[in-house]
């Protein structure tokens, strides 16, 4: 019933040699828009949680309301007044330039919404690992004579950050999958291609067979990548108090 | 890794039952109590939701008319009629696996297609056509190169960009949208500088637009012509028949020619029913596009 011999022929569309080249394709781009989404993620969302912890009450109310906003929006909402309201409220110039102007504007409208969407994630994420640390850690290390500054960089990060990785490898799977909601504003990513080839070749089960397997290995491969990275930096004998 | 290989087999295994589910239309039908109908709900003027909430349109109206006939065919007066969404991407899977039981929006009836599934008579002919915005510097379809096109994924029209990108190598940079509706935005907000889709499909949004005159299909390009029809199951002679004779009696009882002037002999389509419409009422075929 299952007939896979699709993926060797030449390609429906346009773009690669064989089908099995469009989902690699595809595959790629999933990952490429990934990594630049968790990058956009890590560098606003760890600074931004460090910022929610501090005791300074209006700065963090701030970053409050920019963890709320971006966390209680449904993503495909987000992308969507990214890529089809941010255009038109801008000058007019700016706006042409997000249009056409920007190279793959597909790309960035994902990267951009997906990698803000995920911040707010790892904000309230890198807050609660922060808070699970007793608070004579941080009154310790302030006795000590450390600054404010020294205190987080030598003290509290390198404990926060082992807290939060296992959840963490949770959000970059999340992120992982998340990128699947790029076809919605045309973005060619794993999902969109197998829907393309689907319709091509009417080999739905079989085309969507493969997509489940490349997210489920790729994603695999990203769960044991990370359990290494969190075993590396593990303290031995220290357990964190939850 | 052996596990995992047990759970990918099971989980194929139960899929290509799915596939194989080929019970006879009819049998499903009466078993259900229920005729399923598949629509699209934003396709106008073939199926959309109107205003009050009723699921109608060209082809949903010529559904309606079917299953009523499949009604008094079976002599079960009490058989319901279901209505299912569906979309560009998963309408031949759908039907397939006997999710539904008609097709009904406007898809076009071609050779690939009927090796998976099968159509009633062609309810409708269409080509498809490439439209820009008036004044801009596209002006023919030499004008595309490197240009942005939207075109709706998962379609007939997708593979014919395709193909005539790489005939006149234009280096075309496809912007995929959804459906019509979106495609339409897309050249309207200026995302894309050209769409490729059916006129019928597109009419509805130019009329709707702030600026209806100031679009125009290019001259020089037009697709062979399309047939439209029914989508239902392959293989199941039978049902076929059923619908065949629904459709066609519509046809005969003048109905049929009714749907299409409520449909397109009104702004914004205008088109007084083609020769070709005709002639497929007088004599009804279920010929794909090119066959």
Partial sequence: ?242 | MTRFAIITATLLASVSTAVAADTPTIDKIKERGEIVIGHRPASPPFGYIADNGEITGYSVEICKYIAQQIKQDLNQPDLLVRFVTVDAANRIPLVQNGTIDMECAGTGNTVERKKVVSFTYNTIYTATQILVKKGGPIKSVQDLKGRRVAVPQGTAQQKMLDDLDKKLSLGVIPVMAKDAAEEFMLLQTGRAEAAINGPLELANHIAKSKDPAGYEYLPDWESPPEQISVMIAKGDEEFKKLADKGLKKMMTTGEFTKNYSHWFEVPPYNLPMPAALKAQIANPNDKAIGE
Wanted: charged share 10%; glycine share 8%.
């Fill in chain 1, 1 to 242: 019933m299952l007939d896979f011999s699709f993926l060797t022929e030449a390609a429906s569309l346009g773009g690669g040699s064989s089908n099995l080249h469009l989902l690699f394709l595809g595959w790629q781009n999933t990952l490429v828009a990934f990594l630049a989404s968790i990058l956009i993620a890590l560098s606003l969302g760890i600074p931004l949680g460090v910022i929610r912890s501090l005791p300074n009450a209006r700065v963090a109310s701030v970053v409050a309301t920019y963890v709320h906003v971006f966390r209680n929006i449904p993503l495909l909402v987000q992308l969507f007044l990214w890529f089809f309201v941010l255009p038109e409220v801008v000058p007019v110039e700016l706006g042409d330039w997000l249009k056409i102007g920007l190279p793959n504007p597909e790309y960035w409208n994902l990267v951009v919404a997906l990698g803000i969407y995920m911040s707010a994630r790892i904000v309230e994420l890198t807050r609660s690992g922060i808070g699970s640390l007793s608070s004579g850690q941080f009154e310790a290390s302030r006795a000590l004579g450390l600054s404010t500054y020294k205190a987080y960089r030598h003290v509290i990060l390198p404990q926060a950050l082992r807290v939060i990785m296992p959840p963490l490898t949770t959000e970059f799977t999340n992120c992982l999958k998340a990128t699947s909601v790029g076809l919605t504003v045309g973005y060619i990513e794993l999902t969109q291609r197998s829907r393309e080839i689907a319709e091509q070749t009417f080999r739905t089960f079989e085309v969507f067979s493969m997509a489940t397997l490349g997210y489920l290995v790729t994603v695999m491969l990203l769960t044991f990548v990370l359990f290494g990275i969190e075993q590396y930096f593990r303290i031995p004998g220290l357990k964190y108090q939850g």
